[in-house]
């Protein structure tokens, strides 16, 4: 069988290269833990510890930014090929609705009891997952630049307009504001921080009936629009990497954007010193006098699958809590993420993350239908930023749009 | 050749596009009959690090048995076909009754999601499958006219819009184009318009949807030529040439002829390959300004929630549409089939 | 073609010269941008602030002391161990180029050497197939091969690709079969060979230049796959493609878009050998065997 030498050979050098962490006692004993998920730093590190435990019959992590689409058919077998997928809120919903994890309150009665409550994501009363990171939009501004101005950060999308009016005035910048703007996810993800930020809810309650097509929608889509003339013309192209390279790049004074990129912009790589240094973060703006942000919270956590043995569910359980535990920060892993894990201490540049969290901002709505209604978005809103349909028109295609979705999906009739 | 050679022969190729086409195929067409169970939503409090909020869920056990009963999901027919996001029936029967002109009435027919794809896919393919081919024929006729040893080096160069990955090709003259990158420039400078910006403006971006299109599928196109004129057979030119003929009736009566069939080849494979334009459109960030069909598929599986059966109808159009594209060439072929 | 008799007039000399001229610009031209950007750093690159840095290494000479410098190569082929992608690339392209070739000859010459309607409705259906827009066709696999503890491997990848590549490599390698004369095959036949012998003494011998040309285009389509194996391969097993775009970062966290840079300019040198190295296999597969439509 020389072809399977062949190929065993690739699969050999393959696992040989892997970095592996200290192995730990986390008093499993046999059980297999495989893991899926995105392929950040930070659930690396998760990953690389939770594998490290002693004891475990195997241990498996595939981290690949496709995660998505490869995390519930590779639940959905019985055996469950991954026994558990790290997720955000977003993309839990996906695996709650097709029912492939299972919940986690007796496998906590018996070995979780010291993880913090904070951590544990509830719905309907039995705990899905467990959180250990965080992560929120929030404003990033150039401190010399309105310093020169003589303005203050910004607090609201108003005070952002003035500011942006005033530094296009003077001259300094013609394009002051950036922002993940590029038509599909980006900009949807745009248009639910400013619409929750206006007080606007998606549905009509209890139910899945879309209702966005009101005030606070049309007062929405004017505020993006009014932000997006002081953008670069070519904004709806910018997604978060193309934003960060103008801002490295000194084109933009102010921007709304992830925490979990600003460590980057605020480093000595890929800008001058005037940028770097001058770089700071704020809290997430408020719109229109609201008192809540316009912005959501994130997390990301792990699920345990529901189609495996109940001793692979307890290793994987306990493997995971220790990928999460207190032992795993150190020097290198305490700057990869805001975590939700004693003993971290934040950098200055988590700060808008913590002021959001501190804010009261609205997490990001895990709701069994709203991937679709953030799909809807997506496709539509570009629109109306190019000026080509009303305000209204828009959100009604929205509407249409998510509702011929949902019906297919069998969330209305 | 006898029917029993011929299965045995085929065997080995017509199993593996059973196994890995044909039955996923059927699937494909088979999902796209059918929508998703009811869900039932019950209203909820979810817990998290940020505090509680009320939301709906799906009331698993509720709907688990209807899912035990049928697995496919609910039986619709022609519905998801019908539906907005798709050929739109009603719609497009409203837009029709409401529309002033036959310009009104399409500019309306943009709004829905599978017109717009529908738009962009056949201007694309219109455009770029004659392009394609004309100048993969130039570009064959002057490689094939440079000296012996050259030729090697000038097929790799040819090849490598086709070599150098589209996701980061992509990325590169996407910011080649970029308004202050290096093609940019230049076309600023060319059209002395100081806020010529081709990312911002629809038409020039379908534009370079296009050119990128041409760019990148000319050298398919060139090495098929470029393959059937070392085969143009030199005593019929020389013929030719006794019997006076000049040079460019020795092209069109003489090398023209020789390569149609190639051309019927290429135009088969390019009016396939540009109906399923998709990388492209990903690739320089172009939603909000070209939609396709293959773009309209690959965003209802990458949502947070993938919609399979949209997915399925939006496949099963395109092949319909493939298909009708290449009846022409098909017919054609069926005539000559056999004689050749 | 070019014979000495057919001498051509200056005017038309200058025409092919110029078209030849604009044309390698224009394709080989980004090729060149991005070998030269490779050695700077992301800022210069895709230099926001003036497209002339990318030029003279502004910030690259900032950030490391020199307007050159390997960062990008070393990122991408030590720290993320690029070669291992390298290596499954190989080995998927290898195999499914041979796999293609050796299903589609069979099938290809069968259909061009049988005269029955069947054969015609055959390559028809093969064609309708590749009409199917790939991504759905994973989205079909994914849930049967889990089922069947067959995801994430190399030979699943390879296999599909074969599938995929089929009706193409059938279209083309048929039309190369007619081109071949009958009486040959059929002359062995009357001589006592069976049909399987006819094609393996007589028919192999004189195929292979078709069947170069056709195992060009299954390389490149390989090499060059990203909707299948980014979905269908493990982690471990990634080939190039996948990797280099998990080199892009997601919409929460940066990327390494340099080392994505280095590993694509990188990896383009091999592939300039191997044409050199088949060059004159090429021309003349290109040269023996027309294809017909």
Same mark, same amino acid.
């Given at each position: ?190 248009? #639910? ?24 929608? #049309? ?44 460590? #980057? ?83 200055? #540049? ?64 | ?340 | ?27 080989? &031209? ?146 190369? &079969? ?17 049909? &399987? ?19 060009? &285009? ?76």
């Amino acid at each position: 069988m020389k072809l399977k030498n062949i190929l065993m050979a690739g699969s050999f050098l393959a696992a040989a290269g892997a970095t592996t962490a200290m192995a730990a006692d986390c008093g499993i004993d046999g059980g297999r833990l495989s893991i899926i998920g995105n392929e950040f730093p930070a659930i690396q590190t998760v990953a690389r510890n939770a594998q490290a435990c002693e004891g475990l019959s195997d241990a498996e992590a595939n981290l690949t930014a496709d995660h998505q689409t490869i995390n519930l058919p590779g639940m959905q077998g019985n055996p469950a090929e991954y026994t558990t997928a790290i997720v955000a809120n977003s993309s839990i919903v996906a695996l709650i609705n097709e029912d492939v994890i299972r919940p986690l309150d007796d496998l906590i009665a018996a070995h979780g009891q010291d993880i913090p409550t904070q951590q544990l994501i509830t719905i309907n009363g039995q705990v899905m997952a467990v959180a250990f990171m965080a992560n929120a939009q929030h404003l990033v501004y150039r401190a010399d630049i309105l310093e020169q101005i003589g303005a203050e950060p910004p607090k609201t999308y108003e005070e952002m307009l003035a500011a942006a009016e005033t530094i296009r005035s003077e001259g300094i910048l013609e394009y002051p504001l950036g922002g993940a703007y590029a038509a599909g996810w980006n900009l949807a993800q745009e248009f #639910v921080n400013m619409y929750l930020g206006h007080g606007g809810s998606f549905y009509e309650p209890g139910t899945a009936q879309v209702s966005i097509n009101n005030e606070a929608g #049309v007062a929405t889509l004017e505020m993006l629009k009014a932000l997006s003339e002081y953008m670069n013309p070519d904004f709806l192209t910018h997604d978060s990497n193309a934003t960060s390279a103008e801002w490295e790049a000194g084109n933009v004074a102010l921007m709304n954007m992830w925490g979990s990129r600003t460590g #980057v912009l605020m480093d000595a790589e890929g800008s001058e010193p005037q940028v770097y240094e001058n770089t700071a973060v704020a809290g997430p703006m408020t719109v229109a006098g609201a008192g809540t942000p316009a912005s959501t919270l994130w997390w990301d956590g792990w699920t345990v699958a529901k189609n495996i043995s109940d001793e692979d569910a307890e290793a994987t359980f306990k493997a995971m809590k220790h990928g999460i535990s207190p032992a795993i920060l150190n020097d290198e892993t305490m700057g990869q993420a805001v975590w939700m894990i004693e003993g971290y201490t934040p950098a200055p #540049v988590n700060e808008g993350v913590f002021s959001a969290i501190s804010m009261g901002t609205t997490p990001y709505p895990m709701l069994p239908h709203h991937g679709l209604l953030h799909t809807a978005l997506g496709d539509n809103i570009a629109d109306f930023l190019q000026g080509d349909e009303s305000a209204e028109q828009t959100l009604s295609d929205i509407e249409a749009a998510y509702t011929a979705a949902a019906r297919e999906k069998g969330f209305v009739n | 050749m006898k029917h029993n050679a011929f299965f045995w022969f085929v065997l080995p190729s017509a199993t593996a596009m059973m196994l890995f086409i044909f039955f996923p195929i059927v699937s494909v067409v088979i999902q796209s009959f059918h929508v998703a169970h009811e869900q039932v939503i019950i209203e909820v409090e979810n817990c998290g690090p940020f505090g509680c909020t009320t939301a709906t869920a799906i009331d698993q056990e509720a709907t688990a048995a209807l899912r035990e009963e049928q697995p496919l999901g609910r039986f619709a027919g022609l519905e998801i076909y019908k539906d907005r996001n798709h050929l739109a029936v009603n719609e497009f029967a409203q837009t029709w009754q409401q529309s002033e002109g036959i310009g009104d009435f399409v500019v309306r027919l943009m709004n829905l999601p599978f017109y717009k794809a529908l738009g962009f896919t056949l201007t694309y393919v219109a455009v770029v499958t004659p392009l394609t081919i004309l100048f993969g024929f130039i570009i064959a006729v002057a490689v094939n006219s440079a000296a012996r040893s050259l030729r090697g080096p000038l097929i790799f160069f040819t090849l490598l819009p086709n070599i150098v990955t589209p996701l980061i090709g992509g990325l590169i003259l996407f910011w080649m184009v970029d308004a202050r990158g290096v093609i940019g420039t230049a076309l600023r400078y060319l059209a002395d318009d100081p806020s010529l910006s081709v990312k911002a403006d629809t038409g020039l971006m379908w534009i370079m949807l296009m050119v990128y299109g041409v760019w990148s599928s000319a050298p398919f196109a060139f090495i098929v030529y470029y393959a059937g004129l070392q085969t143009v057979s030199t005593d019929t030119l020389e013929a030719a040439r006794i019997d006076g003929a000049s040079r460019w009736q020795q092209i069109r009566h003489v090398v023209i002829p020789h390569l149609l069939p190639l051309t019927t080849f290429i135009a088969l494979i390019q009016l396939m390959d540009n109906f399923r334009v998709f990388e492209p459109i990903i690739s320089f960030n172009a939603q909000a300004h070209a939609t396709s069909l293959s773009w309209a598929i690959y965003n209802d599986l990458s949502g947070e929630t993938q919609q399979l059966s949209s997915a399925a109808a939006t496949s099963v159009l395109t092949v319909i549409g493939v298909a009708i594209l290449l009846s022409p060439v098909l017919v054609r072929t069926y005539r000559s089939y056999g004689k050749a | 073609m070019a014979s000495k008799a057919q001498k051509r007039p200056l005017a038309l000399q200058i025409v092919l010269f110029v078209t030849l001229v604009v044309w390698m610009i224009a394709a080989a &031209f980004p090729f060149f941008w991005t070998l030269w950007g490779s050695f700077k750093v992301e800022a210069d690159f895709f230099s926001l602030n003036n497209w002339t840095n990318a030029l003279t290494g502004r910030m690259t000479e900032i950030e490391t002391g020199d307007t050159f410098t390997t960062q990008g190569y070393y990122g991408a082929w030590v720290q993320e161990e690029f070669w291992r992608a390298a290596w499954n690339s190989t080995l998927v392209c290898l195999f499914v180029v041979s796999i293609s070739l050796t299903f589609g000859t069979l099938g290809g010459y069968a259909l061009a050497r049988s005269t029955y309607r069947y054969a015609f409705w055959f390559l028809l259906i093969a064609l309708i197939f590749r009409a199917m827009p790939p991504i759905t066709l994973v989205s079909g696999y994914l849930p049967v091969f889990f089922d069947w503890n067959i995801w994430g491997y190399l030979p699943t990848a390879i296999i599909v690709l074969v599938a995929i590549n089929q009706p193409f490599t059938l279209w083309m390698l048929h039309s190369f &079969f007619k081109n071949i004369p009958q009486d040959l095959d059929e002359s062995a036949m009357v001589d006592g060979c069976t049909r &399987f012998q006819a094609f393996r003494y007589v028919i192999i011998p004189v195929m292979w230049p078709g069947v170069i040309t056709t195992g060009l &285009f299954s390389f490149l389509l390989a090499y060059n796959d990203f909707a299948v194996t980014a979905m269908i391969l493990d982690k471990q097993n990634q080939t190039m493609v996948p990797k280099i775009a998990s080199f892009l970062g997601t919409t929460q966290t940066k990327g390494n878009v340099m080392f994505a840079v280095a590993a694509v300019v990188s990896t383009t040198a091999p592939l300039f050998l191997l044409i050199m190295f088949f060059q004159r296999q090429i021309v003349s597969g290109l040269t023996a065997g027309a294809v017909k439509g």
